[in-house]
């Protein structure tokens, strides 16, 4: 039986439970957020990306070696013969590697197999090269340009999501926190002039995804606070909406920098940008999830009218004189 002799609970929820009042700093990181992305524009438009062989063409081999090879190795010898900024990376096995480089302007296309073979020679480590493939410029940046189209494509199918899902405010949030972590993450690489090849690009996909699944975590807690919440601001519905999903949305970040930071110390080479482009995205995406996404909406005037439907009268009386 209820005990009648304790007080209310407020909007629903426990007096014992705090609520976090996330948007009490919404201004001053609305503020940290704009400074943020114009100073990711600046690098980028200043410093430009250092963008991989695969959006700027070159050269790649296949290497299958009898033996386990270290890939340290094989960029030295590489490096003696001649050949420049050079990439190894491993193919599931350290038998099996793949090298890229730049365009060889010296070297024709029948004479780079044999140069590339003898080049990789190992001390006491027999190599077979393979599939000696050269990309030319004008293909690199055909890539380049679908993958901007492909980043813009998902962003706008996100938006059409999001609008039929829960409300157009929210939709709009979110799309912009995603063009945030976007611009932001692509700044630190411009600033840092790390390489931004086709696994960059994967692990750019790959934040939006998660960022993207915050939004609507949120988003749906926030609807469904807004419609079971009475007596209570836009902006407490808010801050408690996100208290509720503040759990979850730690879970889930720490779950994914656990195994980030596993890909960043035992993966190798291969998987180096793209878990430290996952790493950096991680703490833009939990932080735009918060202060981008709800509180552009909250701006923009969210309240409880737009998750309650308005049921119209089917027709109106009018008074007779």
Do not use: C
Request: no cysteine; proline share 3%.
């Amino acid at each position: 039986m209820t005990d009648m002799t304790q007080p209310p609970k407020k909007y629903g929820r426990p007096d014992d439970e705090k609520v976090i009042n996330f948007m009490k700093i919404a201004t001053p990181a609305a503020i940290f957020s704009i400074i943020l992305t114009i100073a990711s524009l600046f690098f980028i438009t200043t410093k430009g990306l250092n963008l991989g062989l695969d959006f700027t063409g070159g050269i790649s081999a296949e290497l299958n070696y009898e033996k386990p090879a270290n890939q340290a190795e094989v960029i030295k010898a590489l490096e003696a013969a001649g050949f420049k900024d050079t990439v190894v990376q491993t193919l599931g096995t350290q038998k099996d590697l793949i090298v890229r480089m730049p365009e060889q302007a010296d070297l024709k296309v029948e004479d780079l197999n044999k140069a590339i073979t003898q080049a990789v020679q190992l001390p006491n480590n027999s190599v077979k090269v393979d599939k000696v493939d050269s990309v030319g410029g004008q293909v690199g940046n055909e890539l380049y340009l679908r993958s901007a189209g492909a980043v813009a494509l998902s962003l706008i199918l996100m938006l059409v999501y999001v609008t039929i899902r829960f409300e157009f405010k929210l939709a709009m949030g979110a799309v912009i926190s995603l063009f945030h972590d976007i611009i932001v993450t692509l700044g630190v690489f411009a600033m840092m002039q790390w390489p931004f090849d086709l696994t960059v690009l994967a692990a750019m996909l790959a934040i939006i995804g998660f960022s993207l699944n915050d939004n609507i975590v949120v988003s749906d807690r926030i609807r469904e606070n807004f419609r079971k919440i009475r007596g209570a601001t836009p902006i407490e519905v808010v801050n408690i909406a996100l208290t509720e999903t503040l759990r979850r949305t730690i879970h889930t970040s720490m779950t994914l920098l656990l195994v980030v930071v596993a890909m960043m110390v035992l993966g190798g080479d291969g998987l180096k940008w793209f878990s430290i482009t996952m790493f950096v995205g991680v703490f833009v995406g939990t932080y735009s999830s918060i202060y981008i996404g709800t509180a552009f909406a909250l701006w923009r005037g969210l309240n409880r009218q737009d998750f309650i439907v308005q049921v119209k009268p089917e027709f109106e009386e009018e008074e007779i004189p």
